[in-house]
């Protein structure tokens, strides 16, 4: 299978986090982390280490964690799994605003973020290598971004205002298009509901299957009753797996 280099996905990445920098967004809305930028040698690396084309499935989440991309620039980049199964580890710096609750400490993280501890946890299980994983797959995000209100508490997209959403999703839905035409997958799955929702959106006319998996967030009490199992049933069921 003949791979491509990844320049056009990593261009397209600068222009989704230069768009992005130069968005306001109002109270609740505090704190704004932009992880493709204080973090991007790390993300830069995921890119050169992982999105060669073609690809038979893209995983999409929402927008990043902040124990998980936030830390470490990859998408559910949970700390132990980006440095010791992707082979990732490089400084981080720190957003010019930061939430003191809410440190950026890059691979010095101490927590783990359970979303992604479960995700590349189940992919490493099945795959064993993250080069077999990245041989047909890849992990994208939709948003690039973090948004916190004053208490620290993270606040998802979806909950936005749409004077907000509007121009954000106008320039996540370009990313997601260019990566998808670099990538030419024939499968593009949510991780979780909003995820689903919002390629079958930015993708309508692409020849594509769309499916979903349940989120691996310890918020959801599904997820905490063996997400795994639960993943690997769904994935089985629509024929990915």
């Known amino acids: 299978m003949a791979h491509k280099l990844p320049v056009q996905i990593i261009e397209a990445t600068q222009q989704l986090s230069e768009g992005v920098e130069k968005m306001e967004f109002s109270p609740p809305t505090e704190y704004v982390y932009n992880p493709l930028r204080y973090a991007w040698k790390p993300h830069e690396s995921y890119l050169n280490k992982y999105a060669h084309g073609p690809k038979k499935v893209v995983f999409m989440g929402m927008n990043p964690g902040p124990f998980g991309m936030a830390q470490t620039g990859v998408p559910f980049g949970e700390v132990d799994h980006v440095r010791d199964w992707l082979g990732i580890n490089e400084v981080v710096d720190a ?17 783990s973020e359970v979303s992604g501890r479960r995700l590349w946890g189940t992919f490493k299980q099945r795959f064993g290598t993250a080069e077999s994983f990245f041989e047909e797959n890849y992990v994208t995000n939709y948003c690039p971004l973090v ?84 993943a690997e049933k769904q994935l089985k069921s629509i024929g990915v797996w």
Not at 150 to 165: C, F, H, I, V, Y
Not at 171 to 177: P, S
Request: charged share 25%; aromatic share 8%.
């Open 147 to 230: 948004f916190m209100e004053a208490s620290g508490k993270n606040r998802t997209p979806d909950k936005m205002p749409a004077a907000e959403l509007n121009p954000l999703y106008a320039l996540c839905d370009k990313f997601l298009c260019s990566l998808i035409e670099a990538m030419q997958p024939e499968w593009i799955i949510g991780v979780g509901a909003f995820a689903e929702n919002r390629a079958r959106e930015a993708l309508k006319g692409y020849d594509l299957k769309f499916g979903r998996i349940l989120h691996p967030s310890p918020a959801s009490p599904a997820a905490n009753r063996g997400w795994a199992e639960q």
């Open 95 to 111: 957003p010019e605003k930061t939430h003191p609750k809410r440190p950026i400490e890059g691979f010095s993280c101490q927590r």
